[in-house]
Structure formats: structure tokens, C-alpha cells
């Protein structure tokens, strides 16, 4: 019998994996409802497969595998979640976990499926993997993907292809995993070149020499477009991305790359927007603020920031607008407010750290935005009050105080401010904020920027 220890802080998504997995799987599972319970179990309790959910409130399940491997624990990790971007897998893989299962609406499928994870975990134990993540692993990962997607290993060795890579070119895996030379960029290109996977530690010229043009890079990713003709000589447009894998000792193991054709109007406004600025197409590409072109081409991002709005503000499902909150993203990761509303949505659901951690990307990406700032001062004070972090509510009062340098009149501010002194033990300063804020909302003179949220849904 099969042991699990099973890590979630929704109580009854763990008594019905507990009784799934005790009745169909014949295992024996333990739960805990945060990563400090999982952590104090594991100091006297050792485990055939570790389940957790990807958030998880102070210490989320990223950080809590991280842990688990720092202490030498090869326990096989299955990251169970609702999160459904390939970055999340790839993160999860990176960081030590083993396997990654989405969350989805059809509970008996899913349940089979871990079921299925944790037998395959235990078998194998995942014999060699210092050196390399077995390519089966990252076959199941890149099937999750909503977009066309493969991998190739350090050697160029083709090692996954998935089902839409599959319809997107028309090649099936039989006939091209396992090939290394380079047959995987035929279908695009018509000969063989380099593809963003094996550029993906180059620098940005020699990415560019290769007629990619960047749209985000960072250490170990990649999304750029590039052009290339259809079979008819028209124009096609392709939208990549260009992933690291790594194994548990951090080795570079393998190269996830997707593919979208966005040949249509993104497409076509991309090509229009490089045209009118050919001599300056790096720039155009990596500085979208100045030159206007994502306001026009990521609608993608918009739509997805929209529908998220709409589920949060009108309908209260926060799991749900995370979603797409994520997709937009993924789409244009510099939409500050998308990062913000999402850090909303895991206030709404208790999940505080991960919501702060929302919060502080939003200002970093529009430090002056008041009501960016607001939100993530009333956080720090929330956490600080209820956790009794003294450091927290130092840092809320700084918070406060950039809003006020902003917004002289922003009232809620003021009271707040006189909230964080009486709780760092200045009684007389507290009131004179306290009187601050009650003068402004007395004399009408109190201001306050914030959005129309019935207008933008």
C-alpha cells in the first residue's frame, strides 16, 4: 500500500483526494492543510509520494518542494493545482517537483490521473534523474500545454512533440522525437535553421541575426515572432517561446519551446508596425510603452484582464479570474494592473503572502499608480495587524506615505496611517491622523483616484 502525504488548504478538496485515493488507489493518505503542518509531519514521518498544491497560503508549494529538496528528500513530488500556464509546470518542474497535474472540472478524470502520477512516481523513483528529467516526464508536461509545443535536450535531441505541434505541422511523434538534426524547423521554414529552443542562451544579437524579433527575454526564456512563408508565398507569422529546464542539482537539461501562428490581424500588425519602423525593430519590439504597438496588438491581454474583472467584481469567483487574470499575463507580463487584480483575488481567498508578492510586481511596474500603491499598503498592514509582524506594519506606514506624497487628500490613507501608530504604540500621532482624516471627509476636500470597475467590465 501506496503511502501520501497530501498538501492543500481547501479542507474539502483533502477529504475527498483522501477518500478517492484511499478507496480507488489503495494508498494510506496523510493531510495537511499548509506547508508548516507538511513540514513538521515530515521531520518524523517519511512518505512514497508527496502531493501539494501549487498555492498554499505563507509558504506556497513551489517554495515548500524547494524546501523539501534542500533537506536531501527525493520523495517523488506531485505539484496538483488549478493553475493552467505552462510556466507554472516548468516552474514546478524546476524547483523539484516531478510531476504536475492540472486541476479540472471533471474530478473523477483528474483523480484517476494522480492515481496513475503516484504509482508511476513510486515505480520508477526516478532512477538517473541527476542526469536529466526523463524525457517521459516532459512528454506528460508539454501535453498539458494549450499551445504546440516540443523539446529538445541538451544534445538537440527531439524529446517530446505534442498533439498540437502534431496538427500544427502535420509530423506525428513517431517520426520525429529522437531526431537531432534539426528536422523540427522544416515545417516553418522549409529549411533547416535555428530555432528559438537552441537560442535561448545566446545573447540578443545574435538571436536577432537570426531574424527573430524579441519581444521579452530573461534568464532562461524567450518570446519572440518572426516571419516566414506559407507553402503559397504569402506571409505567416509565428509567436514562439523558448524555455530552460533544469534538473534538481540545477542542470541544464533540456529546452521547451511552443509555437502559435498569429498570422492573422496580431500578425499582420506586427509586420505593418516593423515595416514603419524597420531601421529600429529591436527597439519597437522590447520598449511596447513608447511605441504604442501592444496597445493595438496584445487585445489578447486586454480581453483576458476584461474577463477576469468581470469574474472577480461582478461574480466573486476568484479561483476562477485568477485564470485569466494569468492569461493576460502571459500574454503582456508589464500589465501592472492585471498583476494587481490578481493579488486582489488571493486577498479575497486568504492566500496573503502570495497576494503581497502580486502587489509589489504591480509597483514595481507603475510605482506611482495611487491606487496600486494603496492596495498593497492596506495589505502590508493586514498582515502585520493579524500576524503581529511589527516589520510589516513599519512597512505599511512607508507604503501610506508614498500614497500621501501622490495624493495629499487620499483620507483612507490618513486613517489608515493612524491605525498602523496606534499599533506601533504612538498614541498622539494616531489621533492627529485619525483628525487628519476626518477633516478631509468632513470638508468634502477628501480625493481618491481608483477605476471605474462597471465601466471597464
Given amino acids: 500500500m501506496r503511502s501520501v502525504l497530501f498538501v492543500d488548504d481547501e479542507e474539502l478538496l483533502l477529504d475527498v483526494t483522501k477518500t478517492f485515493l484511499e478507496r480507488f488507489g489503495n494508498m494510506k493518505v496523510q493531510t495537511a492543510s499548509s506547508s508548516k503542518e507538511a513540514l513538521q509531519i515530515l521531520m518524523n514521518t517519511s512518505f512514497d509520494a508527496l502531493v501539494i498544491d501549487y498555492y498554499l497560503p505563507e509558504i506556497n508549494g513551489i517554495e515548500l518542494s524547494k524546501i523539501i529538496r534542500t533537506k536531501g528528500d527525493t520523495t517523488p513530488v506531485i505539484m496538483f493545482t488549478g493553475v493552467g500556464r505552462e510556466n507554472a509546470a516548468i516552474e514546478a518542474l ?98 533547416k535553421t535555428l530555432m528559438l529552443t537552441e537560442l535561448i542562451f545566446e545573447k540578443d544579437e545574435t538571436i536577432t541575426k537570426n531574424r527573430y524579433t524579441i519581444i521579452n527575454k530573461e534568464q532562461g526564456s524567450i518570446i519572440a515572432w518572426i516571419k516566414c512563408l506559407n507553402p503559397d508565398g504569402s506571409d505567416r507569422v509565428l509567436w514562439m517561446k523558448a524555455m530552460a529546464l533544469y534538473d534538481a542539482k540545477g542542470a541544464f537539461v533540456a529546452s521547451i519551446g511552443s509555437i502559435k501562428d498569429i498570422s492573422d490581424d496580431l500578425g499582420q500588425e506586427l509586420l505593418r508596425q516593423a515595416a514603419l519602423s524597420a531601421s529600429d525593430t529591436q527597439s519597437l519590439a522590447t520598449t511596447p510603452t513608447k511605441s504604442g504597438m501592444f496597445d493595438k ?50 486577498r479575497e481567498l486568504g492566500k496573503d503572502e502570495e497576494a503581497l508578492r502580486n502587489f509589489d510586481k504591480a509597483c514595481e511596474l507603475l510605482p506611482s499608480e495611487e491606487e496600486l500603491l494603496f492596495t498593497r499598503a492596506e495589505m502590508l498592514r493586514r498582515i502585520g495587524i493579524l500576524r503581529g509582524q511589527k516589520n510589516a506594519v513599519e512597512a505599511a506606514v512607508k507604503a501610506y506615505n508614498n500614497v500621501l506624497a501622490i495624493n495629499p487628500n487620499h483620507a483612507e490613507s490618513w486613517n489608515s496611517l493612524g491605525i498602523c501608530m496606534k499599533e506601533l504604540g504612538k498614541g498622539e500621532l494616531s489621533r492627529q491622523y485619525y483628525d487628519r482624516s476626518c477633516d478631509l471627509t468632513r470638508y468634502g476636500t477628501a480625493r481618491k483616484k481608483t477605476r471605474n470597475f462597471n465601466n471597464l467590465v
Fill in 297 to 346: 496588438i496584445l487585445g489578447k491581454a486586454k480581453s483576458s484582464h476584461k474577463e477576469g474583472l468581470r469574474l472577480s467584481f461582478r461574480e466573486g469567483k476568484y479561483a476562477e479570474a485568477i485564470s485569466w487574470f494569468d492569461r493576460a499575463i502571459e500574454a503582456d507580463p508589464t500589465m501592472a494592473y492585471a498583476w494587481h487584480d490578481r493579488g486582489v483575488c488571493l
Fill in 94 to 191: 524546476n524547483n523539484g517537483a516531478d510531476f504536475f497535474l492540472k486541476k479540472g472540472e471533471i474530478p473523477s478524470s483528474e483523480f484517476r490521473e494522480l492515481v496513475h502520477m503516484i504509482d508511476r512516481a513510486v515505480e520508477r523513483r526516478f532512477v538517473g534523474r541527476s542526469l536529466g528529467v526523463a524525457q517521459k516526464i516532459i512528454a506528460d508536461m508539454i501535453s498539458f500545454f494549450p499551445d504546440a509545443a516540443f523539446a529538445i535536450n541538451r544534445e538537440g535531441v527531439i524529446i517530446a512533440w505534442n498533439t498540437e505541434m502534431t496538427a500544427l505541422t502535420g509530423i506525428d511523434p513517431k517520426d520525429i522525437v529522437g531526431k537531432k538534426d534539426g528536422s523540427h524547423s522544416v515545417p516553418f521554414f522549409g529549411v
